[in-house]
T-cell receptor
């Protein structure tokens, strides 16, 4: 299995631009998570989906952030407009939940390093 | 609300020594996970502990879970330099909004000096 795939791996953009991060979860996993990691705030859960449905988006910082999961094999995290304080590493993770016979063990993608100038 | 606390947050040790990282959590849970993160890299799953008394070992790392004490430990035996990394524990539980999710500790940055 290729593991969780994220693109792009690095993104440099200017303040005010729209940024779209992409994630392909591990095939067969039914939960998908978006995290943000910074030195100051550590690892933060932004949103997670179960069976393509958003379950908890309480970690999304503000209306500039939105996430979608149109099907079981693809999710996007969009920031519009982007600001310098959004600079961070964004991780996508996927898991198979216990109701589906999994251990809820999350597998992380390589991350997208976002720099907003 | 489930809270997960690790200690120490920073640990610098000599090669060949033994040490333990502690992970305490605030509410009942039977599932705990340990992850490793190298600088500039992603999180890698190390151990899944599923029941009270569970013990898992991989090389020089051993993890255990005591659900009654709400405590997990990650023990490092005869440390070597390539174990330098940040180690996270995560607990499967219910957050303040009633949603089930993994709650991560702050991470322990381990540096092993030759």
């Amino acid at each position: 299995d290729a593991g969780v795939i994220q693109s792009p791996r690095h993104e440099v953009t200017e303040m005010g631009q729209e940024v779209t991060l992409r994630c392909k979860p591990i095939s067969g996993h039914n939960s998908l998570f978006w995290y943000r990691q910074t030195m100051m705030r550590g690892l933060e859960l932004l949103i997670y989906f179960n069976n393509n449905v958003p379950i908890d988006d309480s970690g999304m910082p503000e209306d500039r952030f939105s996430a979608k999961m149109p099907n079981a094999s693809f999710s996007t995290l969009k920031i519009q407009p982007s600001e310098p304080r959004d600079s961070a590493v964004y991780f996508c993770a996927s898991s198979l939940d216990p109701l589906a016979g999994g251990l809820n063990e999350q597998f992380f993608g390589p991350g997208t390093r976002l720099t907003v100038l | 609300e489930l809270k997960v606390e690790q200690n120490p947050l920073f640990l610098s040790m000599q090669e060949g020594k033994n040490y333990t990282i502690y992970c305490n959590y605030s509410t009942t849970s039977d599932r705990l996970y340990w992850y490793r993160q190298d600088p500039g890299k992603s999180l890698e799953s190390l151990f899944v502990l599923l029941s009270n008394g569970a013990v898992k070992q991989e090389g020089r790392l051993m993890a255990s879970l005591d659900t009654k004490a709400r405590l997990s430990t990650l023990h490092i035996t005869a440390a070597v330099h390539d174990l330098s990394a940040t180690y996270f524990c995560a607990v499967d539980g219910i957050d303040h909004q009633g949603a089930q999710k993994l709650v991560f500790g702050q991470g322990t940055r381990l540096t092993i000096n030759p």
